[in-house]
């Protein structure tokens, strides 16, 4: 099946601009067009898309992520690809602790202003 570019925009959740810019500075390959000169996206075009946004949400670099691209067509880079992916991995493990950490600061805050504004009846205590 194909898309036009408003309606893998709209299945993507990425603008318009959002698509050209990706294909523009090589993230993706430029869609086949159809016979009136439109870009025709594909199922394995949004694939794409959605992988790439992934890498989006979890921080990775527009630099790294057009490194990754570059390598998805070339023979034996397979190895480069995965370190990649390991490497960045790793950064979002160590974001995620510092996020827990975070989250429980913010816990213990919101108890203790609990305790203080909602103290508890001696009925509740018994």
Partial sequence: MNYAIAQAAERSGLSIDTLRYYERIGLVDPPARDSGGRRAYTDADLGWLEFLT?????????????????????????????????DHRKD????IAELQTSLDALNHKIGLYDDQLCPPTQAAAG
Avoid: F, N
Avoid at 92 to 95: G, K, N, Q
């Fill in 54 to 86: 992934k890498l989006r949400t979890t921080g990775m670099p527009i630099r790294m992520m057009r490194e990754y691209a570059q390598l998805k067509d070339s023979p034996g880079a397979a190895m480069r690809r995965r370190q990649m992916l390991v």
């Fill in 92 to 95: 979002v493990l160590e974001r």
